[in-house]
């Protein structure tokens, strides 16, 4: 998910060779680290603008041209060695780590978006300043401003903005991180954001069949919507789901429901019937092509709204599935096996997040206590 509220530029590594032109034979010259920025003008039109490197001067004249050669070659000509004092390095290093590259390709993504915002903002502050105690209200005060569009992506660039300073300080690279628990300035209110009997048999009712497989697949084994994307068919032996989810890293042994079993071993008879190898994930389009995952998601909201279903979305059926074990009277260790969860992150989920306090918690408890009950006869 793109964070609200930022649009910061897009920088290719290298563009193509530029040949400067005027004769009949042109001179074609590559030029390195040239960054590349498309913006929208107020009329809608759009225009490229070309910089020497990333965060350089802008260069003059058209690509290929003289002019073009001669302001790149300037700005090379006086380009200072990297400031190896300033927050700017750091941000560099962090991206050049190791620590950095074991992040999911989805949120390395998201990570460099968030961090050009935070290198255009904090990119020169002095490394030195973080030992002030006013640096931490400058940084909470920047994250205040980010949240008049949006407290959630606030949050988000904050968090990026304290991990990026814990990985310098904890190699010596800064003398503290002054960003460390800041709290949070977005509550997600979800206690009645959980998928309903009557959500679920609406879905059934009018979305097609491969979308239907993936709303089971999620309610019987509470995984995450990227996890089941790339979740494969050799991960499935008939009993048991087997995987490596990508955010945290755990591994995880689903045994398979009735329902799901059924919906699977369904979907491998059809394309049995039909002469068709299965595809190599589970989850697959209409042409049995793997997902997208902006591909699924527009499929998934249009074959909601088609349902009628409102209020709910697929990262809510992980939720959902926490509950539902709960309320089938599954211990939170139980839970934690299955989903992939922390003890702590369940116990979480089922008092604050999903739970509502679902009255049928309320009547499988009291069941339980009148089979443990003694009889006053």
């Not at 968030?114 to 990119?123: Q, T």
């Not at 059809?270 to 092509?289: C, D, N, S, V």
Request: glycine fraction near 8%; include cysteine; proline fraction near 6%.
């Amino acid at each position: 998910m793109g964070p609200s509220g930022f649009s910061p530029p897009r920088f290719p590594k290298r563009l193509p060779p530029l040949s400067i032109a005027g004769n009949k034979s042109a001179m074609r010259v590559r030029l390195k680290g040239i960054n590349r920025v498309t913006k929208k003008s107020a009329s809608g039109k759009s225009v490229t603008y070309y910089y020497a490197w990333k965060g350089g001067p802008r260069l003059e004249g058209e690509p290929g041209s003289a002019e073009f050669i001669t302001s790149y070659n300037r700005a090379v000509s006086q380009k200072r060695a990297p400031r190896t004092d300033l927050l700017v390095s750091i941000f560099d290093g962090y991206q050049d780590s190791t620590e950095f590259a074991d992040l999911a390709e989805r949120t390395r993504k998201d990570y460099r978006r968030l961090l050009r915002v935070i290198d255009d903002e904090f990119g020169d502050f002095p490394i030195a300043a973080l030992e002030d105690r006013r640096t931490r209200g400058e940084f909470l005060a920047w994250r205040e401003r980010l949240a008049v569009k949006s407290r959630r992506q606030a949050d988000y660039a904050f968090a990026v903005l304290a991990r990026t300073l814990s990985w310098a300080y904890n190699r010596g690279l800064a003398p503290l991180n002054p960003c460390e628990r800041p709290g949070r300035l977005y509550r997600a209110a979800r206690n009645e954001n959980v998928w309903s009997d009557a959500d679920e048999k609406a879905f059934h009712a009018k979305a097609p069949a491969h979308l239907r497989l993936a709303l089971t697949l999620a309610l019987w084994t509470g995984q995450r919507q990227g996890d089941l994307l790339r979740l494969q068919w050799a991960a499935f032996d008939g009993s048991t789901i087997r995987l490596r989810q990508r955010k945290t890293k755990v591994t995880v042994a689903v045994p398979v429901g009735a329902p799901l079993k059924a919906a699977l071993e369904a979907v491998k008879a059809e394309y049995k019937r039909e002469g068709k190898p299965l595809p190599a994930t589970i989850l697959a389009t209409e042409r049995g092509t793997e997902w997208t995952e902006s591909g699924f998601r527009a499929s998934w909201r249009k074959a909601c709204i088609k349902a009628g279903v409102t209020g709910v979305t697929f990262h809510d059926l992980r939720g959902t599935a926490v509950t539902r074990l709960a309320i089938a009277g599954a211990t939170v260790p139980e839970i934690a096996a299955i989903t992939g969860h922390s003890l702590k992150e369940v116990g979480t989920i089922l008092d604050a997040h999903y739970m509502h306090r679902d009255p049928a918690l309320g009547e499988a408890a009291i069941r339980k206590l009148e089979g443990r009950a003694i009889s006053p006869n």
